[in-house]
């Protein structure tokens, strides 16, 4: 049998402000916003948060991967999605909540596709969503609040994660071999890095991410 490896993964950000390089960290203990409220980016300690990250490339097609059972829910509250970047395994259940008193609307999009469509009034019961298959990066979107959006990765492995306020995470179990790990973020886009794991090997992987982000899959 072969051992399983480990892969640790870290997210550095670099932003591109008036065609300056400036590196952005805040201190310690500093409430860590997400981009979509204006001016402000996930940053803590010049680590990027709500990056989805997963092995794009080099596991076996149709692999007997185990699957995850843990069910992912995702709320309105404040009229804001809450967590702002989301991930799951093909067939993970998720739950969509309506904490506010007000309508909400889950329009889902897949390449820029609608798929789903969905009011949820206040009070109303938890939405549970069947995803499309290794999908990679869904959107979600409120029409009757616009700037409510939320960003999801489907993937059809157990091997994503999307990384916390620390900007960082990990994969854990991965078997050993040669892979292309992406990361993505809603404004800056799809990075890649390429590496190899031995049987029992830990690596870590440092995503850089700079420029003014136009983002895209």
């Not at 009034?121 to 298959?133: I, M």
Request: with cysteine.
């Amino acid at each position: 049998m072969v051992k399983r490896a480990l892969l640790g993964i870290a997210l550095l950000l670099t932003v591109i402000v008036a065609g300056l390089a400036l590196h952005v960290a805040l201190a310690t203990g500093d409430t860590v916003f997400s981009w979509k409220r204006p001016g402000n980016l996930g940053v803590k300690d010049g680590k990027l948060a709500d990056v989805f990250v997963w092995i794009k490339d080099g596991l076996p097609e149709n692999g007997n991967y185990p699957r995850r059972s843990d069910e992912v829910m995702l709320d309105q509250r404040g009229c804001i999605y809450h967590p702002l970047t989301l991930a799951l395994q093909v067939d993970q259940k998720l739950t969509i909540k309506n904490s506010d008193p007000t309508l909400h609307n889950v329009h889902a999009y897949q390449a820029g596709a609608t798929f789903s469509n969905q009011a949820q009034p206040p009070s109303a019961r938890p939405l549970t969503k069947k995803l499309p298959a290794a999908a990679t990066v869904l959107q979600f979107k409120c029409d009757v609040h616009p700037w409510m959006q939320v960003y999801l990765g489907v993937v059809d492995h157990p091997y994503f994660r999307v990384t916390g306020p620390d900007g960082t995470f990990r994969l854990a179990d991965v078997p050993a071999g040669d892979y292309v790990v992406g990361a993505w973020h809603e404004r800056f886009g799809t990075r890649e890095a390429r590496v190899t794991l031995a049987a029992g090997e830990t690596k870590d992987l440092a995503f850089s991410f700079g420029g003014t982000g136009a983002g895209g899959n």
